[in-house]
């Protein structure tokens, strides 16, 4: 952490910033609207998942072409690549239940707090819940997918 | 003909609030994952930060591999909450309007120290059992809406489109049996 660019967390945080009022501007932060979009009432929300991965996906292409490695970090540029396993695709599964129950995924759980939804707090708790039933379980069963990367 | 009344009422049937808030937030989600990734090389997801930050309070070997990047996680969090109270202080409370920005009809509204805040209507039981599922589901399936749906997406990973296609499906097959159910909000 001491070792790392004083610029590292202030971009950081504007990072977020921009992320987090996106997904107000976007109303993802308002559960309503995501069960809107999976009932088939208001389509908008692609708009706002393949939007936002156009412009990175632009970056992602073109960055490693023009630098070697990012310059707060000395990070190669890499894309976001992740081993395909079953757990993809249950996990996947569970994660599609519950969005589709909640209207909540978890960046815009945090934005939605941001938005005035103390509500979402039920949310928040039950997202800190769940990944820890995972974390218990699965350092139990610690045989598979040991594989796992801390880029995200 | 672009002006085909019959098309001009089917996509208002669609996207009864326009494509612009959308379109534009998202644009603005992108700008925030590029921003991060062209400083410091990191395509950041949002659910990370869940087992992160459980790994200051937990011993379980699971969480301790999230040690080295849990700070900053907070802090790209607590971006995130400010970030969307930014909104709320301007175009929800109606400070800054755009005509790219449609207001909703969702949900409450209410006051404070004249900022305008929204709140949800959507019942708690719904979002405390939806967050366990998806936070046991991103964790398990390696990525939420932004990790895979923004940056695995972006980086064409197919894992990634895998991940996106499943939750989406599932997801919608789940609201609609939630909604024939009778469940509303």
């Known amino acids: ?152 | 003909m672009v002006t085909d009344p019959i098309l001009l009422q089917t996509a208002a049937e669609l996207f009864p609030n326009g494509i612009s808030r959308y379109a534009v937030g998202g644009l603005l989600v992108g700008l925030g994952t590029v921003l991060i990734y062209l400083g410091t090389g990191i395509p950041a997801g949002a659910s990370t930060f869940l087992e992160s930050t459980l790994s200051y309070v937990s011993d379980q070997p699971r969480f301790q591999q999230y040690v080295s990047s849990r700070d900053w996680r907070v802090v790209f969090t607590a971006g995130i909450v400010l970030g969307g109270a930014a909104f709320a202080a301007t175009f929800q409370s109606g400070l800054v309007s755009s005509s790219l920005y449609q207001p909703g009809t969702t949900g409450q509204l209410y006051e404070v120290a004249g900022v305008t805040l929204w709140t949800t209507e959507v019942q708690p039981w719904r979002l405390f059992l939806g967050g366990i599922l998806v936070g046991i589901g991103t964790r398990v399936g390696k990525g939420c809406t932004s990790g895979h749906g923004v940056c695995g997406v972006g980086s064409a990973s197919k894992t990634s489109l895998v991940g996106v296609l499943t939750f989406l499906t599932v997801a919608i097959g789940t609201a609609q049996v939630v909604a024939a159910l009778g469940v509303s909000p």
Not at chain 1, 3 to 29: E, K, N, Q, Y
Not at chain 1, 119 to 124: F, G, N, P
């Open chain 1, 1 to 152: 952490m001491s070792d790392r660019h004083p610029l590292f967390v202030p971009l950081i945080f504007v990072g977020g910033l921009i992320f987090g009022f996106g997904l107000g501007f976007s109303h993802m932060a308002r559960p309503e609207v995501v069960l809107d979009f999976l009932q088939f009432e208001d389509l908008g929300l692609p708009f706002v998942m393949f939007g936002a991965a156009i412009v990175s996906g632009v970056a992602f292409a073109l960055l490693p072409r023009i630098r070697d490695a990012a310059p707060l970090t000395g990070k190669p540029y890499e894309r976001r690549l992740k081993p395909f396993d079953r757990n993809v695709l249950v996990g996947g599964a569970i994660f599609g239940v519950g969005w589709g129950l909640s209207g909540i995924c978890p960046g815009a759980a945090y934005a939605s707090l941001g938005v005035g939804n103390v509500t979402i707090l039920w949310a928040l708790a039950g997202m800190f819940l769940g990944a820890y039933l995972q974390g218990w379980w699965r350092s139990r069963t610690r045989t598979r997918d040991t594989a796992a990367t801390g880029a995200d």
